[in-house]
């Protein structure tokens, strides 16, 4: 995994346990910039860039691990809600890191769903800028 | 001693077969299914050949099959090199 | 026909160690140093086959080569256990 000095141990421990991808760390903290509004999968597709199928998985993932929670209409709207202060503590930190070090935090994250041995077939790629 | 060595490097070649097999589930790329294959071939020929009476490698079934692991493993590398960047959404 | 067949493996077989040895160099990703090494033992092999078929068929290097291929597996054995992840 691709460590890096500037993310504490803590912010590791979260982004290992609770974030899947970059979209879904930029997807939450967009939620915490605007928490009175209440997203629907397809608008917070359209700025993350991502398909909409993968948005509504994303939002389902952070209400699974206690950062967003939905509200009972249809279709469904997601908003921020850390299930608890110390959570929300931490977002701030996270938030606030990415802000200052987007690249290593984003690299932290790649390298923690890409396995290692990716790289072996890697190696056999000619052109080296692949 | 021969048929010790002949044994040792075909299973060999077998297990390295089951960890690139391994690799393909893990990481779902198929350059590691003609990895696993490649090795898995070699293992074959290896134990064909420790069970072959007189071990000639210049019979054609056994430098065929020798061939033909290593244009698995060719046939990776180009389609590793030729693949567009559609696996990665970014 | 064999011996044509024997070289290709042979630069084939160059060709992965080249490519391992050197993403290694890169990376530092220790299973493409033992990969690397086991497919320059496995360019070694096939070269000495093909020297013992075409240029020495008085002698039979039959044993060392498979000592040479069986330390080559041993390598890449090696590299799978401990270096994968």
Redesign the interface.
């Known amino acids: 995994m691709v460590m890096s000095s500037v993310i504490p141990a803590e912010i590791a421990r979260f982004l290992e346990e609770r974030i899947d991808s970059v979209a879904e760390l930029e997807g939450l903290l967009l939620l915490r910039r605007n928490p009175e509004i209440k997203w629907d999968a397809r608008t917070l597709a359209g700025r993350l860039y991502i398909a909409e199928s993968e948005t509504e998985e994303l939002l389902r993932r952070l209400c699974e691990n206690g950062l967003a929670t939905v509200d009972g209409s249809v279709p469904v709207r997601y908003f921020y809600a850390p299930v608890s202060a110390d959570l929300s503590a931490l977002v701030d930190r996270v938030a606030e890191l990415y802000s200052r070090h987007l690249v290593p935090l984003a690299n932290f994250i790649h390298s923690k769903s890409r396995p290692r041995v990716q790289g072996f077939a890697d190696a056999f790629k000619l052109r080296k800028d692949d | 001693m021969n048929l010790m060595l002949l044994g040792a490097i075909s299973m060999s070649c077998l297990v390295v077969g089951l960890f690139f097999l391994r690799a393909w589930k893990k990481t779902g790329d198929r350059f590691f299914i003609f990895f696993a294959a490649s090795f898995f071939i070699e293992g074959l020929n290896r134990a064909a050949l420790g069970l072959t009476k007189d071990p000639n490698e210049e019979l054609p079934f056994f430098y065929f099959v020798r061939f033909s692991s290593f244009l698995l493993i060719l046939v990776a590398i180009i389609l590793k090199n030729t693949e567009s960047r559609r696996r990665f959404r970014g | 026909?064999?011996t044509i067949?024997?070289t290709?493996?042979m630069l084939?077989?160059a060709?992965?160690a080249c490519?391992?040895l050197?993403?290694?160099l890169?990376?530092r990703?220790r299973?493409?140093l033992w990969?690397g090494l086991c497919f320059c033992g496995l360019t070694v092999n096939n070269a000495v086959?093909v020297l013992d078929?075409v240029f020495l068929p008085q002698v039979s290097l039959?044993?060392p080569r498979?000592?040479l291929?069986?330390i080559s597996?041993?390598i890449?054995?090696y590299g799978?256990i401990w270096d994968?992840?």
Do not use: D
């Open positions: 026909m064999g067949l024997y290709l493996c084939t077989a060709l992965c490519l391992l050197r993403s290694y890169r990376t990703y299973l493409l990969g086959l078929k039959f044993t498979l000592v291929a069986l597996m041993a890449m054995l799978v994968a992840e």
